[in-house]
């Protein structure tokens, strides 16, 4: 079970609920202050367990600081398994950025040489296509961390 939701902004949230509800199918992993899910788009999102926001970013520091190490000890899982060389961490805040859902989340995209990358909307995937990619991700996890 994660943490007591407190404020109506936290119960709103999409993320705050599903890490209130615990493991999601699309899990890929965990530490005490972050989690590592499967996006819709089926790239890893790495994002706080604590709902951290643009009003309450720099009273997080920690917080932040664990998603970045979460987010790091899986880049070569994503490389591994999208066989590619490398990769954005990528943070948006606030909508004309980007973000759509108000707490911190990081996403770690795939990236090739000339691949001309536009950050746009793509197509959403599927509960059981997330799953399995999580899947995948939780194995070479293991494989990679012995």
């Known amino acids: 079970m994660g943490p ?9 949230c999409i993320f705050c609920s599903i890490i209130e509800g615990g493991k999601p199918r699309n899990f890929i992993t ?9 996006s819709l788009e089926g790239t890893p999102l790495v994002l706080p367990k604590r709902h951290v926001n643009e009003l309450n970013i720099s009273e997080c520091i920690e917080d932040m ?3 970045y190490r979460l987010a790091n000890r899986l880049v070569p899982v994503v490389k591994e398994l999208y066989q590619v060389t490398s990769v954005n961490l990528l943070e948006n805040r606030g909508a004309d950025a980007g973000q759509e859902i108000d707490h911190f989340h ?4 795939p990236r090739r040489k000339k691949d001309k990358l536009m950050i746009l909307r793509v197509s959403r995937m599927t509960d059981e296509e997330r799953e399995k990619i999580a899947l995948s991700f ?5 494989s990679c961390n012995g």
């Open 4 to 12: 007591e939701l407190n404020s109506e902004r936290e119960r709103k």
């Open 30 to 38: 965990e530490t005490d202050k972050s989690i590592a899910i499967v």
């Open 65 to 67: 600081i664990d998603v």
């Open 106 to 109: 990081m996403h770690i995209l």
């Open 138 to 142: 939780r194995d070479l996890l293991l």
